[in-house]
């Protein structure tokens, strides 16, 4: 299990906060529905030659995150509790399955951000992230202090925007030397 670990502790470093993207009725909550989650998570996985599958057995979700090259895997079995035995309801219980087997998984956070989504920004994504790890090893330059210019302890915490120009001036100092 060793190199699945590793990978999902890189994943952690590349994958985005989640944003919670719709509103439960009945609970006036918010929360991330399935389609943010793989959004987010998905080209993510495949970069770091993950696999995640579900499928259901004897009314039971199971959630496989697999390492493609070793095929070491971790699995997750849920229950589909329905509150009537309809499809539309078969097909409620496997969505809210699939998104808390990979918030958990993945130990990924779900975060309220009704001021980003009001003022258009995003959070980094995945490919950005790298880019900038790789630059910053590149230059020299000590992460903390990098990142600490733009307030923030970890490229995922970065709007985009801000990212795209920690890019540029990293470029910048990598072409300087």
Same mark, same amino acid.
């Given at each position: 299990?060793?190199?699945?670990?590793?990978?999902?502790?890189?994943?952690?470093?590349?994958?985005?906060?989640?944003?919670?993207?719709? /509103?439960?009725?009945?609970?006036?909550?918010?929360?991330?529905?399935?389609? &943010?989650?793989? %959004?987010?998570?998905?080209? *993510? !996985? =495949?970069?770091?030659?993950?696999?995640?599958?579900?499928?259901?057995?004897?009314?039971?979700?199971?959630?496989?995150?697999?390492?493609?090259?070793?095929? /070491?895997?971790?699995?997750?079995?849920?229950?589909?509790?329905?509150?009537? &035995?309809?499809? %539309?309801?078969?097909?409620? *219980? !496997? =969505?809210?399955?699939?998104?808390?087997?990979?918030?958990?998984?993945?130990?990924?956070?779900?975060?309220?951000?009704?001021?980003?989504?009001?003022?258009?920004?995003?959070?980094?994504?995945?490919?950005?992230?790298?880019?900038?790890?790789?630059?910053?090893?590149?230059?020299?330059?000590?992460?903390?202090?990098?990142?600490?210019?733009?307030?923030?302890?970890?490229?995922?915490?970065?709007?985009?925007?801000?990212?795209?120009?920690?890019?540029?001036?990293?470029?910048?100092?990598?072409?300087?030397?």
């Amino acid at each position: 299990m060793i190199n699945l670990y590793k990978k999902i502790a890189e994943l952690n470093t590349y994958i985005g906060k989640v944003t919670k993207n719709s /509103e439960n009725k009945f609970l006036h909550n918010k929360y991330a529905d399935l389609n &943010a989650i793989l %959004q987010v998570v998905d080209p *993510a !996985l =495949s970069e770091a030659g993950l696999l995640f599958v579900d499928r259901v057995e004897n009314m039971n979700s199971i959630h496989e995150l697999i390492d493609i090259e070793s095929g /070491e895997k971790i699995t997750s079995i849920m229950t589909l509790y329905m509150v009537k &035995a309809d499809p %539309q309801s078969y097909g409620s *219980a !496997l =969505s809210y399955n699939r998104r808390y087997a990979r918030l958990s998984m993945l130990n990924l956070q779900a975060e309220d951000d009704d001021s980003s989504i009001a003022s258009g920004q995003a959070f980094v994504k995945p490919k950005t992230i790298k880019k900038i790890t790789e630059l910053i090893l590149e230059s020299g330059l000590k992460s903390e202090n990098v990142l600490g210019k733009y307030g923030v302890q970890n490229i995922k915490d970065l709007w985009e925007t801000t990212a795209n120009e920690l890019i540029v001036n990293l470029e910048k100092v990598k072409a300087a030397k």
